[in-house]
């Protein structure tokens, strides 16, 4: 077991060395012990006389090249055994990497390396352990980007269909463009520009190329800024706003925590009872947290597993109607997790109904200070 370990736990440089001396050391040993074999059979048939052995003066007898073609071919057969040995150690695995990469190039992202069952160094050990964790990636990858590619174009469908059918019918006369049709193809620009930025949004997070442009705030002007957005819409569906507002101060990035405020305001319109929204912020000695609740109906547990994932959609015809992308949640855990901070959802105890609370870092990870 302790000599299992200690192979596989050193390089190819260090195990090359072994070999190497291990070779050496072999052909040295057989060439003493053929040469004493040899030169005593000689010796005891009669073939080499003692006195030439003796003899200060130098020759090469027959039993000398005996001797070094014995020693020549016992090296060249023991150099053949340990490098078939140790060379399919570290071929084979190469072999099986290549034969898998064309397989992968060809379109079989499912295939992997199987790890060998021989001793095989670390290198290569990490080498195939990597390849198989970047082949998994990428086929989780391709898969996502289908699904998205789908996802997508079943989104546009609908806008784009009604702006066509909308603007085919202004053109040929069955529609009047008036006021509320212009706003009927507003509403559906509007929605596609939600799209785009949507999408542009979780792009750059996932490929971590968002930049946040941190400030200390409260944050309450911009959730009073966002509400002025939507106050005739929640007036109109009976929808009252309740702010208690701390004044403690945390970084973020102001225009980004505006876009998750407008798309859970969006949310809570699409999706609540008439009644109570309250919008509540407080802070800890090492968290900033805001609070969003409702009077009902609240969400049932079924989708609490698929609830921040993209495109996924509670009530997916009213949500269409509503102009919803089902990004919205998505797009807002993924901003509050580019902040380092968390989105939960649980059931409102004081209105019965929904709770999304976020929770911010008040300490500045970069300096380590509190704000």
């Known amino acids: 077991m302790k000599f299992n370990f200690f192979k596989n736990s050193v390089g190819i440089n260090f195990q090359f060395i072994i070999m190497m001396s291990l070779l050496n050391l072999g052909i040295t040993l057989l060439s003493f012990m053929i040469g004493y074999f040899v030169y005593s059979w000689a010796i005891k048939i009669g073939f080499l006389n003692t006195q030439v052995i003796n003899s200060n003066e130098f020759s090469v007898t027959t039993v000398d090249f005996i001797w070094l073609f014995l020693v020549l071919l016992t090296g060249f057969f023991l150099s053949t055994i340990l490098a078939f040995k140790y060379g399919k150690r570290y071929t084979q695995p190469i072999s099986d990497l290549a034969d898998v990469i064309q397989q992968i190039q060809q379109g079989n992202l499912a295939l992997r390396i199987k790890q060998p069952h021989h001793d095989i160094p670390h290198e290569i050990k990490s080498l195939i352990e990597n ?90 002007d911009s959730i009073e800024k966002c509400l002025q957005m939507f106050n005739e819409r929640f007036q109109v569906k009976g929808l009252t706003i309740i702010l208690n507002l701390t004044d403690k101060l945390v970084c973020v990035d102001i225009r980004r925590m505006e876009q998750v405020f407008i798309a859970l305001f969006s949310n809570f319109l699409r999706y609540s009872n008439a009644g109570q929204i309250n919008i509540t912020t407080m802070a800890t000695a090492e968290h900033w947290l805001l609070m969003f609740e409702d009077e009902g109906p609240g969400i049932d547990e079924s989708h609490l597993a698929h609830l921040f994932k993209p495109f996924y959609r509670l009530e997916d015809s009213r949500s269409r109607l509503d102009g919803g992308t089902g990004l919205g949640l998505a797009v807002i855990d993924a901003i509050i997790e580019a902040h380092q901070g968390h989105i939960y959802y649980s059931k409102s105890k004081n209105l019965g109904g929904s709770c999304f609370t976020i929770q911010l870092n008040r300490i500045n990870r970069k300096t380590s200070t509190h704000l």
Do not use: C
């Open 131 to 220: 390849f198989n964790e970047m082949a998994n990636q990428l086929e989780v990858s391709v898969k996502n980007s289908t699904v998205w590619n789908a996802a997508i174009a079943h989104e546009l469908r609908t806008p784009v269909t009604i702006l066509q059918g909308r603007l085919q019918g202004i053109v040929d006369g069955i529609f009047i463009a008036d006021q509320a049709l212009h706003l009927s193809l507003l509403n559906q620009v509007e929605g596609l520009s939600y799209l785009v930025e949507d999408l542009r949004t979780l792009t750059l997070i996932e490929n971590k190329q968002l930049r946040l442009e941190l400030e200390k705030t409260n944050l309450k």
